[in-house]
């Protein structure tokens, strides 16, 4: 067995955050394949693991870590590495934007996707409130990056691993960030040039999905 | 000057976490009042502050902390008191939830009060959006509340502070939380009677709204 499990599949970009710091420090690690589109995170045994029916979840021994951020700051504790307790400054500027991510650029960016790409029907009027929500916080990211490398110190950290989360699906999400959002694209190339780094899709499991009826 | 001063308004739960704390523990500090109804968390002066044009903004000498779960954070050492970083596992535990209330219970109560109360108009298809993923949300918490006192520990914490913050509105976000919720009602029940708990709307200014043309 690996010294990591990732509970995870490969159109997660929550699962990603995770697995891309995974990959990044060369861990030992694996995939546990985890068959969303079929309930998979609503069966029994993923619920006895987080019962907020959530991917990702990272086993580690026995110790069991759910919620992306929290599985970051796990993962940058136990690599030493990415961390954002480095002085008290970083820490709350890195803890303010992964809280923004999740309430923000994540959740309007991945329910816009989920909406148009996976759901079987969805309301026009929902998927525009959600772009709307997520073009505003792309914004905010695209001021925060011009000018500087790394969203909050000189180095990267795992609140760039989180915030990268859904933006190298540009197609899918459907905003030609290259083209909009400058500063967002040469941060995404800086991530990508990382060692170790892999698209999502090239990291986890399940891609592409099966013809569903 | 107080030792504390929070931008916040009446109508903010997310700013309502932090007075609440600050209140719990007796502190010495001020509301800064922001007239959010007419921009004024759009205001130069405000973004100054927080780039990001969210309330709640704390004040502490030359401290400005932003984000109102880093808040909670903050506060908790300042006072050494709701603390979740007790132990590893609270830790992660209280982090995930602090995350899940941003990412789900908070953000899809809030809109959905936001659209259904102070919005000049709603969509019907996206405030039946947020009702149904605030309802599913509001399960989750009671689901997690049934036969325990506090979230994350035998103690408060500012998980729970964070978790409460539109929860004492009902008639405002439409739920029937004694009927409906009652290990939810109980928990509300004793963080009210913690001693210097007050309502929002008589712990911070703008209640009531002037009417609006």
New interface residues.
């Given amino acids: 067995m690996a010294t990591f499990e990732l509970a995870c599949f490969a159109q997660s970009g929550n699962a990603y955050k995770a697995a891309l710091m995974l990959a990044l420090h060369g861990a030992d690690w694996q995939p546990r394949f985890v068959d969303f589109f079929n309930g998979g995170a609503r069966a029994p045994e993923f619920l006895a693991d987080n019962?907020?029916g959530?991917v990702p979840v990272l086993h580690h021994g026995d110790v069991v870590?759910?919620?992306s951020?929290?599985i970051l700051?796990?993962l940058s504790h136990h690599f030493d590495s990415y961390r954002i307790d480095t002085d008290d400054k970083v820490r709350?500027e890195g803890?303010?934007w992964?809280?923004?991510d999740?309430?923000k650029l994540?959740?309007y960016t991945a329910l816009h996707r989920f909406l148009t790409q996976f759901a079987p029907s969805a309301?026009e009027?929902?998927v525009a409130?959600m772009k709307g929500r997520r073009d505003i916080a792309l914004k905010?990211l695209e001021?925060?990056l011009a000018g500087r490398d790394w969203m909050v110190d000189a180095r990267p950290t795992i609140v760039d691993l989180s915030l990268c989360g859904y933006l190298y699906w540009p197609e899918e999400i459907g905003v030609d960030i290259s083209a909009t959002f400058p500063a967002i694209a040469r941060w995404l190339d800086r991530i990508s040039a990382l060692d170790g780094w892999k698209h999502p899709y090239d990291l986890m499991p399940g891609h592409p999905l099966p013809d569903r009826a």
Avoid: G, I, K, P
């Fill in positions: 019962a907020l959530e870590v759910s919620q951020a929290v700051d796990y709350r803890l303010r992964l809280f923004w999740n309430h994540t959740a309301d009027a929902v409130f905010v001021r925060h």
